[in-house]
Each structure stands twice: as C-alpha cells, then as structure tokens.
C-alpha cells in the first residue's frame, strides 16, 4: 500500500484519558501535516513536519496536544486529558511538494 | 475568521447536469487553489488546482475559473454523474510565504454535492 495509513481508524474513549493516533506517510515524503476536521466543517491545520523537525503549530495545538515524528518517518499525535470538545476526525498528509495526499483519518469520540 | 467561504452548503443535480461550487477568500497573499474530493470514509484528495496568473483551468469534466479581482473562484462539473456525489472543498495556500515549504491549507467548510440518477 502506497498511501497515507492511519491507525486506529477509529477511538472512544473517556473524558480525560490520554489517546495517541498514528500516521505513516508515503514513503520518502519529508513533509507531513496533521489537520482536525470537525461535522460540517473542512480541515483545520494543526501542525507541520519537514523530516523530523517541527516548524509550525496552529494555536489549535492547545498544551494538551503534543505531536512527534521521530526519524522523520511516521508521526504521533497524542492528546493529554481529552475534552468532549476533542471529538473530531484528526487527518495526517504528506507531500513531497504542494499536492498533499490525506489519510482515511483517525475518528476520535471522546464520551 | 473565515478565510475561505465557501457556497452552497448543499447542491442537489440531475445527472448530465452542471454542478457549481462558489468560494471566496480574503486573503491576498494566497497564490494557490486546489479542490478536494472527499467521499464518506475516506480523506480528501486533490481534484484540480489554479494559479492566480491563470484565469480558467480544466481537467476533464472539471473547470475552475478564478477571478483574481473578486477574489472569487469556481469549481464547475460538467455533465454531473452519480459517482461525483460527495463533498467538496475549496482551499488555498500561501506558497510565497512559506517559504516553499510549509504548504499548510487553509480550507472552506465544504460543499455536499448530490447527483440524482
């Protein structure tokens, strides 16, 4: 499979548990982006990797959100405490330049 | 705010008809407008992408044409078929200022398109 994976598909959990999400992009994209789309609404950016470096997060990105991707492969978005108000579908996409190719995404329902 | 509106929110079409999508942004410092197909279950992917130095651009059924003045583009679907139904969205990004590298985007809130048999 040459696409962006997403894993789990789908999460519930309850308020206040920690949940981690994981995204595997194509193979040799250095760029990765996580993006959270809400019911009725289009994706918001929320942060954006080059290789494994960081170099931007929205103010989306509250403290309870903390994004990794080591070695510059796949990444994790972890939420600390969820909020009901966390409930969304969170996407992952990479790119190697400007046309970005999402994931199926991960469905957060936080009860 | 709303960078990128978005319009209808909803559009129902008889197959072999025109589907129209309307956007407007306000940011001018955008340079770079793709569409997003988005069908239940699936992330979203790049239909068709325009450049403001270009007026109209098309791929198959689909068109989109810009109005740099306005700050208005479209997205036009040509003979509509039941397999288009799903939800699209405009977007835009500002290539200049990142740098070329950061191409977040900035997207509207989505169109959901209808094509009865």
């Known amino acids: 499979d040459t696409g962006v994976s997403q894993n789990p598909r789908h999460k519930i959990t309850k308020r206040g548990q920690n949940v981690t999400f994981r995204c595997d992009p194509i193979s040799e994209h250095n760029r990765l982006y996580w993006y959270r789309q809400t019911l009725g609404q289009g994706p918001e950016f929320l942060t954006y990797?080059?290789?494994?470096?960081?170099?931007?997060k929205s103010r989306l990105l509250s403290d309870r959100f903390s994004a990794e991707r080591p070695k510059g492969s796949f990444s994790t978005l972890e939420i600390q405490r969820t909020e009901q108000g966390d409930s969304a579908m969170y996407l992952c996409?990479?790119?190697?330049?400007?046309?970005?190719?999402f994931g199926a995404g991960t469905r957060l329902s936080v009860l | 705010q709303q960078q990128v509106k978005q319009s209808p929110q909803s559009l129902i079409v008889q197959k072999g008809g025109i589907s129209i999508i309307n956007c407007a942004y306000e940011n001018t410092a955008f340079d770079y407008f793709p569409w997003y197909q988005q069908f239940p279950g699936k992330g979203p992917a790049l239909l068709i992408a325009i450049r403001p130095d270009v007026s109209e651009k098309k791929e198959g059924r689909f068109t989109i044409s810009f109005n740099k003045s306005a700050k208005q583009f479209s997205l036009h679907i040509m003979d509509s078929q039941p397999g288009d139904s799903a939800t699209y969205f405009c977007?835009?990004?500002?290539?200049?200022?990142?740098?070329?590298?950061?191409?977040?985007?900035?997207f509207g809130k989505g169109t959901l398109l209808t094509v009865n048999p």
């Open positions: 990797f080059q290789n494994e470096a960081q170099l931007e």
């Open positions: 977007a835009a990004t500002d290539e200049l200022n990142s740098g070329g590298s950061n191409y977040k985007l900035t």
């Open positions: 996409a990479s790119s190697l330049g400007r046309i970005q190719y």
